[in-house]
């Protein structure tokens, strides 16, 4: 079954002079096993990325300078959440159309990943996502 976007509150184990420390741990809000981390650096404000949809893999993305804005789509509705705090992720599980804008130069998107990368889990044709919302493909689980 697939589940909506949110977000997820990092536990903030230091807060002084020295800086913020933020941490999700296996059963504290790190809601899979993670196989895979993979960061965006170096993108200047209005990149666009994203354009896809993914068959099984579950991410939680974080933006730990910077904002970056995510258009999130299950198929049958659409939301925008802006992860710009380094103390919050956003759960994206499968079956979510995602796009991301970079609202300033240099955002930087670090993201936890439930597998390895595997192109044959991508789905980049809209049209295509939106046949298996309607199929069913996410709720035969
Ligand atoms: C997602 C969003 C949030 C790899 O070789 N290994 C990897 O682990 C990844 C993530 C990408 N790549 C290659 C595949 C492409 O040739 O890097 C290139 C750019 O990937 P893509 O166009 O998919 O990047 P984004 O920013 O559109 O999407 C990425 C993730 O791919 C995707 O899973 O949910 O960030």
Redesign the pocket.
Known sequence: MKCNPFIIDTRKAEKNELGSLSVLETSKGLLFAVN?V?Y?SGAKKNTK????A?KE?E?I?FCPFGAIR?LLDDGLSKEEIILNEPNKGLY?GKGIW?E?VWEEDNSV?V?A?SM??D?N??I?DYGTFLSMVKSGYWKKE
């Open positions: 895979r993979y965006i990325r994203g354009m896809h993914h893999l991410q993305a995510f994206i995602r991301m998107l993201v990943a390895l990368y192109e889990d991508y980049r």
